[in-house]
């Protein structure tokens, strides 16, 4: 029974971390399309080039956000595994 509730309980955690994961992409999704717009304009003014420098290191952010998502995903999965072959 313990180890049922604990199945249970990672699934969930798994569940929320999906969710969490495809929010994450969308927003460095939008994030990539503002910084190639303002890279590809014919002009960049000093304030674009401020934006795109905060805008690169926002990304920059979410990347490292993402991978850290990874690898919790990853022990929550060998976790589960655990719990199903035990």
Known sequence: MELLSKKTGLNSSLKAHDEDLSKRKTITSSIRVEINTISSSPMISETDTV??????ELLETKQKELERHGRSML????????????
């Open 51 to 56: 934006i795109l420098q905060k805008l690169t």
């Open 75 to 86: 022990i929550i999965s060998h976790a589960l595994d655990f719990f199903l072959f035990w």
